[in-house]
């Protein structure tokens, strides 16, 4: 089983980008879909990106569609949610999860996973 493990977060202006990557340890992402989750203090964690394990399907959360981008490398062994156009509202600890799932399925809802890392700051302020 993979290890997620995040990193790429910080304090950033609004308008600004950033970009965050999410390695294996241990292992690839071969046949894992991969998907970005966020948290906001006193909030519910949210879906914000999934990419399949083939890279021929991805979902977005509407609050970030045209604004992130999830890819993920032809090797397996990383995942990135590049953000563009940050706002306030994108505050929040970004959470990368892997599913073991071969092909096209892009799973969307935080129970269908089962490897978590430990969260990376995001923070959108001026």
């Known amino acids: 089983q993979v290890q997620p493990v995040e990193s790429g977060g910080g304090l950033v202006q609004p308008g600004n980008s950033l970009r965050l990557a999410c390695t294996a340890s241990?292992?690839?992402?071969?046949?894992?879909?991969m998907a970005w989750f966020r948290q906001a203090p006193g909030k519910e964690r949210e879906t914000v990106a999934v990419?399949?394990?083939?890279?021929?399907?991805?979902y977005y959360e509407d609050s970030v569609k045209g604004r992130f981008i999830i890819s993920r490398d032809a090797a397996g062994k990383a995942v990135y949610l590049q953000m563009a156009r940050l706002k306030p509202e994108d505050t929040a600890v970004y959470y990368c999860?892997?599913?073991?799932?071969?092909?096209?399925?892009?799973?969307?809802?935080?129970?269908?996973?089962?490897?978590w890392g430990q969260g990376t700051q995001v923070t959108v302020s001026s």
């Open positions: 999860a892997a599913r073991y799932a071969p092909g096209d399925w892009c799973p969307t809802r935080d129970h269908e996973f089962n490897s």
């Open positions: 241990g292992r690839t992402f071969s046949n894992y879909a």
């Open positions: 990419i399949s394990s083939s890279g021929g399907s991805t």
